[in-house]
């Protein structure tokens, strides 16, 4: 029996590994879902099936309290919200590592761990790391998703002396890991937890707004990294495997993130970069600068005329929920025999892959869609550019401003294209708070006002 449950779970590995491989595909996105579900319900059946397990009926009742609520929330979210679910389930995925720490040590005899004052030094070792790791998950991920939900400010909270409050809380967890690991005392164990929970919240407050991707995937990986902790004190390889698999792959992705803001990952923990701005703040720094502005008319004219529009999405689109407005746009300039290209930015909106997810929503075909490192040069052969909702990820003064605090910053050349559609509410900053000299160029002309009226008035305009 052992035999045909290490199967089933080797199985279950290998779906979770091809659904990482689609998910990396737009096209095969669904595909990888699909092999994630699949996979999951093998290790779920298997568990089940051939482990000892005491009281069936409780945990039957778990299975279908999480489901009805994780089923109603995927029903009833909104794809702008994606972000901040996301790092919700991270919360409770670093919760959960936590519970089951807890559980073994009080219990180690039903682990096979040892005894209550003997357990095993390695699974102490174990222990140890995913309940500091599961706890810093789970409130760090809190704050985050708090700041993403506008319930806590996207402003950076610092304050005198924080970041050597935090190396000190470091440098204890790792001193009560020790302590725990020598003596074994529910002391120690406690006192990790708590640390632990102390320094997630203080290391993600000192984070700002526009660094929240970058942080959404890093507590991807923190969630990865304490399932796998845990998967060693249960002696269960298939967690062990699911765990390095997401922990590695929102290393990785982390890592991609800050390359992608020309930002490394400590200079993100500890630079605070990036809040919310108030929306009337550019238009005071305009000074006596030339804003032009025009209507959905103006720019319908200036496409409809056009051999090749570049669209630029960022998150102002995800808030008006104008991908499918957009889409139609763009089907009816390629009627009018106008080339038509979507372009990328890695850290556009407030998660990776967020707005290639709502453009795949709006089903706007896989070939027009185009990351940042293969379309900027496009932009200098591009008769428009039409930029909805986008700010600091086409912000000029991140190439020519050596005082701009997103100075090197990877951004689109969107200023290179014949004229420039800037569609926003309004002149104010951007989500890291910083003005952007796009909107006062010659060629770029401002179309102030909701996205998604915008574009299905220029709809009207087209026809």
């Not at 708090?146 to 909270?157: A, T």
């Not at 060629?443 to 026809?463: C, R, W």
Request: net charge neutral; charged share 10%.
């Amino acid at each position: 029996m052992d035999s045909l449950a290490s199967l089933a779970y080797l199985v279950a590995s290998v779906c979770f590994i091809m659904a990482l491989r689609g998910l990396s595909n737009p096209e095969l996105a669904r595909t990888g879902v699909v092999y994630g579900m699949a996979g999951m319900a093998i290790a779920v059946v298997t568990t089940l099936l051939f482990q000892h397990l005491n009281s069936l009926w409780l945990i039957g009742l778990g299975i279908a309290v999480g489901g009805a609520i994780g089923s109603v929330t995927a029903l009833r979210i909104p794809m702008t919200a994606l972000p901040q679910l996301m790092a919700a389930f991270h919360s409770l995925v670093g919760l959960a590592a936590v519970f089951v720490a807890a559980a073994a040590f009080h219990s180690p005899e039903a682990y096979g761990i040892g005894t209550a004052g003997e357990i095993h030094l390695n699974s102490l070792i174990e222990m140890a790391l995913g309940t500091a790791i599961g706890a810093v998950t789970f409130t760090g991920s809190i704050i985050a998703f708090g700041k993403l939900q506008g319930v806590i400010s996207g402003k950076p909270v610092v304050f005198p002396g924080q970041h050597k409050l935090n190396a000190l809380l470091g440098a204890g967890l790792v001193g009560l890991v020790i302590l725990l690991c020598l003596t074994g005392s529910p002391l120690w164990f406690w006192g990790i937890v708590l640390v632990a929970l102390a320094l997630g919240v203080l290391m993600i407050v000192p984070i700002g707004g526009a660094d929240m991707p970058v942080i959404v995937s890093m507590l991807n990986s923190y969630s990865g990294w304490a399932a796998a902790g845990i998967g060693f004190t249960l002696h269960n390889n298939l967690l062990i495997v699911t765990g390095a698999l997401v922990g590695a792959s929102g290393a990785i992705l982390s890592y991609i993130m800050c390359k992608g803001m020309n930002r490394s990952f400590v200079n993100v923990l500890l630079g605070g970069f990036g809040g919310e701005a108030a929306s009337g703040a550019a238009a005071a720094v305009a000074g006596d600068r030339q804003v032009k502005t025009g209507a959905a008319e103006d720019a319908a004219y200036i496409m409809k005329n056009a051999a090749k529009v570049i669209i630029v999405p960022g998150y102002g689109m995800a808030v008006s929920q104008a991908q499918h407005a957009l889409r139609e746009m763009g089907d009816v300039l390629k009627k009018e025999g106008v080339e038509v290209k979507y372009a990328i930015h890695p850290v556009a909106g407030r998660m990776p892959g967020h707005m290639n997810v709502l453009l795949a929503e709006a089903n706007v075909p896989y070939d027009e869609v185009f990351e940042m490192d293969d379309i900027n040069r496009d932009f200098a052969q591009a008769d428009v550019a039409y930029i909805i909702g986008a700010n600091d990820i086409t912000n000029p003064a991140a190439k020519n401003d050596p005082s701009s605090p997103i100075y090197g910053m990877p951004v689109l050349d969107v200023e290179k294209a014949k004229t420039v559609l800037f569609v926003k509410r309004s002149l104010g900053a951007g989500y890291a708070g910083i003005d952007n000299p796009l909107f006062y160029q010659s060629n770029t002309m401002m179309l102030l006002g909701d996205a998604k009226k915008m574009t299905e008035d220029i709809i009207k305009g087209l026809g």
